[in-house]
C-alpha cells in the first residue's frame, strides 16, 4: 500500500511539473478564439457552424490546458492540423473570410504546437481522434442544421458525387480517409514530439 501511494504521489508531481500554472494559462488563448467566433455567429446568426471539428478544437485545448488533461489536449491538437489547410482550401473557393475564423485556425493550431511540445504526442491519440470525429458527426447530425452539413453529418461533400452515388458509401469512403490520416498525423507527431520518460 505504502508502494502504491509513494507511485501515486511521484505521478502527480510529473503532472503538477509538466503542466504548471504559468502553462496552463495560454489555454485562455484558444478559449477566447473559441467565446470570439461563437459571439459573432451568435450575432449574426448560423451558431451551428461552432459544431465543426476545428471550432470545438479550440474548445477542448483550452479545456485541456486550462485542466492539465493530456488526453484533451492531444485530440484537439492533431484535428487543428488539417483543419487549417481545409479551412484555406474553403476560403480560396468561397472567398471572403471572417477574422474570428482565422484566430480558430491559426491561432489555435499556433497554441496548440505549443501545448503539444509540452505535453508531447502519445501512440494512441489517433484513435482517441477518430473517435472524437464520430461523436462530432453524430451530435452534428442531430443538433445542426443539413443547410450547413457541419463536418459532413447530413450528405455527400460536394464533388464526391461522382464517386459514390450514396451518403452512406460516402460515409465509409470518408472515415476510412480519416482514420489513415489521423493515424499518419499521430506518426509524425510521435516523431515530432516522442513522450518523455516522465511524461503521463
Given amino acids: 500500500m505504502a508502494t502504491d501511494s509513494k507511485a501515486f504521489d511521484q505521478v502527480s508531481r510529473s503532472t503538477d511539473e509538466s503542466l504548471p500554472l504559468k502553462f496552463r494559462l495560454i489555454g485562455l488563448l484558444p478559449l477566447a478564439f473559441f467565446a470570439a467566433h461563437f459571439a459573432f455567429y451568435w450575432k449574426n446568426g448560423g451558431l451551428d457552424n461552432m459544431f465543426w471539428m476545428c471550432n470545438v478544437g479550440n474548445l477542448a485545448l ?9 488526453w ?23 472567398g471572403g473570410w471572417l477574422l474570428t475564423s482565422f484566430f480558430t485556425h491559426i491561432g489555435g493550431l499556433a497554441v ?3 501545448a503539444i511540445y509540452k505535453v508531447r504526442a502519445d501512440k494512441r491519440t489517433w484513435g482517441y481522434a ?28 460536394g464533388g464526391y458525387e461522382t ?29 515530432l514530439f516522442p513522450p518523455r520518460s516522465n511524461n503521463g
Avoid at 62 to 70: N, R, S, V
Avoid at 73 to 94: K, M, Q, S, T
Fill in 62 to 70: 483550452a479545456l485541456g490546458i486550462l485542466l492539465g488533461q493530456k
Fill in 72 to 94: 484533451m489536449i492531444r485530440p484537439a491538437v492533431i484535428w487543428l492540423i488539417p483543419g487549417l489547410p481545409l479551412w484555406l482550401f474553403e476560403v480560396v473557393r468561397n
Fill in 112 to 114: 496548440g504546437i505549443i
Fill in 130 to 157: 477518430l473517435a472524437w470525429y464520430w461523436v462530432m458527426q453524430l451530435l452534428s447530425r442531430l443538433f445542426t442544421d443539413p443547410f450547413w452539413n457541419v463536418n459532413v453529418a447530413h450528405r455527400i461533400y
Fill in 163 to 191: 464517386i459514390v452515388s450514396e451518403y452512406w458509401q460516402f460515409w465509409i469512403l470518408t472515415t476510412m480517409m480519416v482514420a489513415a490520416g489521423l493515424w499518419i498525423l499521430g506518426w509524425i507527431l510521435l516523431k
